[in-house]
């Protein structure tokens, strides 16, 4: 069974960073892509970075240029490390991850997901 443990959020001022990041476990194939959604009661759920199993990323416009998603060799922990962070990037982050070469086209079609860790940004 697939298990995702999400760390590394908190509060911080507009322009400061935090770097999450995602314990990841129990993958049965090895083909796999992972990434991370955001939610907020307001705005609904966004998905903000993907990797893909080819190691190609993609990053939502709102956080291009300033969040950057990784993962460790072994595969088994994803980052996020996001910088110059806004006020409107305050949210709930879930890590996320679903079997196959390339990522889900929708949210909605990831099945694995974490408990989520809070960012809150302040002015």
């Known amino acids: 069974q697939v298990r995702l443990v999400e760390s590394g959020g908190g509060s911080v001022q507009s322009g400061g960073s935090l770097r999450l990041s995602c314990a990841a476990s129990?993958?049965?194939?090895?083909?796999?892509?992972m990434g991370w959604i955001r939610q907020t009661p307001g705005k609904g759920r966004e998905e903000v970075a993907t990797l893909a199993d080819d190691g190609s990323k993609a990053y939502a416009d709102s956080v291009k240029g300033r969040f950057t998603i990784s993962q460790d060799n072994a595969r088994k922990t994803l980052y996020l490390q996001m910088n110059d962070l806004k006020p409107e990037d305050t949210a709930m982050y879930y890590c996320t991850a679903e079997y196959g070469t390339w990522c889900p086209k929708w949210v909605d079609e990831y099945d694995y997901w974490g408990q989520g860790t809070q960012v809150t940004v302040s002015e």
């Open positions: 129990g993958f049965a194939h090895e083909k796999y892509c």
